[in-house]
């Protein structure tokens, strides 16, 4: 699952390139020759993984993995390699149906996919488990139904509503939608390294065993938290140009929810409640969870505007500022695990929540001056935050 992690990166990005560029089937066209690629490459990489001596010592050597416990990894993966095949057709098909407002249809197939993947479990629950394999089995089912769906509802839509031609649209070429999805495919192979980074150093803190597992549990509720919230780049490349200020509205109202729902979490009864009585987690454990927590909630407060300042780069074709923006999210969480560790290992999984807070505050930063300078050259702003090229391109286009 890991390894999977990383190899369906690729994939996954296919879905905001797809919702940027495809307006009409030619430039749809040129969007599959790019997926065909993408996907060749995945497999390609996936089968070395399987089938060479390469996949026993990734497995060993990087994960750390016993002897023993080699084998049956691979026959995991050797299913789950078709994993990121699958999610790379649903994602490329995602791109249509939410840039033709059918987002219903992503909810339909997520349900579909579950009540499959759960009808499977308990197939094999009366069968008989007999490996780790059955998991990997459930999961590519759940993935082949959602990328059926996606499949069914997208590709409806090009051939009834997307037009041949769409005159004012330039995108005809692969080379064109490479140059638009190359740098989100290096940004987010430099954001692989901030993981196991945090990883490397929570081994360095004053109790590790406390760190890792505290972090590992504050870290998923706030992906948790966070992954209800994490499409407003798709709001802003699908509204922006009709209405800036409606899209700006939307997410201030939407930046503040995360936090607050964490605050719930490390705040109130309601935190050690789920902890104790859901995850099952011990009262020093719980304690060391929580005050991870309260530091991430600097993270949540700083997520959504970062997806909507990345949506705007995509907008404007600037994706390559996404590549720096993210080193500059690597280098600030390796300098705060490196300072922190120094100063204070006692703060145990709390200087994982911090490094990787300011990581992103270090990467909304960039993001921001790149927009703003952007903004001054087109003649937009003279002066005031951030934000008044965004209030000023609004008034823009509600003049034109």
Request: with cysteine; aromatic share 10%.
């Amino acid at each position: 699952m890991s390894i999977l992690g990383i190899t369906e990166r690729p994939a996954v990005l296919l879905r905001q390139t797809c919702s940027a560029l495809v307006r009409d089937r030619i430039s749809f066209r040129a969007m599959s020759l790019v997926s065909a690629y993408v996907l060749g490459a995945i497999f390609i990489m996936g089968g070395i993984i399987s089938y060479t001596p390469l996949g026993a010592w990734v497995f060993t050597h990087l994960f750390g993995a016993e002897p023993e416990l080699v084998g049956p990894m691979v026959q995991v993966y050797r299913v789950l390699m078709f994993v990121s095949i699958f999610s790379g057709i649903r994602c490329m098909y995602h791109g249509i149906i939410i840039f033709n407002m059918r987002t219903k249809w992503l909810t339909i197939g997520m349900l579909i996919r579950l009540l499959g993947m759960y009808a499977l479990s308990l197939y094999f629950i009366k069968t008989g488990v007999t490996s780790g394999t059955v998991g990997a089995v459930i999961f590519l089912t759940g993935m082949v139904i959602e990328a059926a769906v996606s499949y069914w509802e997208g590709g409806g839509l090009i051939r009834k509503v997307i037009p041949e031609k769409k005159p004012e649209h330039e995108i005809e070429r692969p080379a064109q939608i490479f140059r638009f999805y190359k740098p989100l495919l290096y940004s987010s192979v430099i954001a692989v390294i901030s993981g196991p980074s945090i990883n490397a150093f929570l081994g360095k803190t004053a109790d590790i065993p406390l760190a890792i597992a505290s972090f590992a549990i504050a870290g998923s509720l706030t992906q948790l938290v966070q992954s209800f919230f994490s499409y407003v780049h798709q709001i802003v490349l699908n509204f922006y140009r009709k209405d800036a200020g409606a899209v700006i509205r939307f997410t201030m109202m939407l930046s503040l929810i995360p936090s607050l729902l964490i605050a719930v979490l490390a705040y109130t009864p309601a935190g050690p409640f789920f902890m104790e009585e859901i995850m099952g987690v011990n009262d020093r454990l719980m304690q060391a969870s929580l005050q991870t927590l309260k530091v991430f909630m600097l993270m949540t407060l700083i997520f959504p505007w970062l997806d909507f300042g990345n949506g705007l780069l995509m907008l404007r074709g600037q994706t390559k500022v996404m590549v720096w923006s993210q080193a500059s999210n690597v280098s600030v969480t390796l300098i705060t695990l490196i300072l922190c560790v120094a100063a204070a290992p006692g703060w145990n999984a709390m200087i994982g929540a911090l490094a990787q807070s300011l990581g992103m505050g270090a990467e909304l930063a960039v993001v921001l001056y790149v927009l703003r300078q952007t903004a001054k050259a087109e003649g937009r702003i003279s002066a005031g935050s951030p934000f008044h090229s965004f209030r000023k391109s609004n008034e823009s286009s509600e003049q034109a």
